[in-house]
């Protein structure tokens, strides 16, 4: 996440949530990388935080009071979690392409080739990684503050496929 360190324009940061203290990424995952079931998450969003800077510390202004007696604090500024890199794997993906040839001579000036080609033969599913594109920070009045992990409702969900479905094609070529 680090806003701290990219700017105070809060809708440029795309944050890398860590795990909430005491939990590990086994414990987040709900789903595998096999036998997805892509209409539930694969991570609990329960099991992450928003790692917040207190104002008066680590360079964030202290609060302060307007000539209107209101407080004004920064408490939109973040910092980089201590989680790990890569600690999840997104669904495994496979699939079978094939092709077949047939070369035929037809005298010695001419040659018939047929050509099948099946791509995806088995019409396998490959499924994206699940979401992790979290708008955290609201702006109200001018003031950045960041709302709660918990109402972004597809966080973790697979929300879309990657490849193609099966193709096959067929090609006769005559050579001479």
């Known amino acids: 996440m680090g806003g ?3 700017s105070s324009f809060v809708e440029l940061i795309n944050p890398e949530l860590p795990l909430n203290p005491g939990v590990t990424a086994n414990q987040a995952k709900l789903q595998g990388t096999t036998n997805i079931n892509p209409g539930n998450p694969l991570v609990n969003s329960a099991d992450f935080y928003v790692p917040t800077i207190a104002p008066g510390t680590m360079g964030v202004p202290a609060c302060t009071v307007s000539s209107a007696g209101a407080q004004l604090c920064d408490n939109a500024e973040t910092i980089f979690g201590n989680t790990a890199r890569n600690l999840f794997r997104g669904p495994f993906q496979k ?8 070369t035929t001579r037809i005298g010695e000036r001419f040659t018939l080739r047929f050509q099948a080609d099946a791509f995806n033969l088995t019409n396998t599913p490959s499924f994206d990684v699940p979401n992790n ?19 972004q ?24």
């Not at 699939?95 to 047939?102: E, T």
């Not at 409702?153 to 001479?176: A, E």
């Open 133 to 151: 594109d979290l708008s955290l920070y609201s702006v109200k009045s001018g003031v950045p503050a960041i709302k709660s992990i918990a109402s």
């Open 153 to 176: 409702t597809t966080f973790g969900v697979i929300q879309d496929t990657i490849g193609s479905p099966r193709f096959m094609q067929m090609s006769l070529s005559l050579l001479f």
């Open 4 to 6: 701290l360190y990219y």
């Open 95 to 102: 699939r079978l392409d094939l092709s077949v040839i047939k």
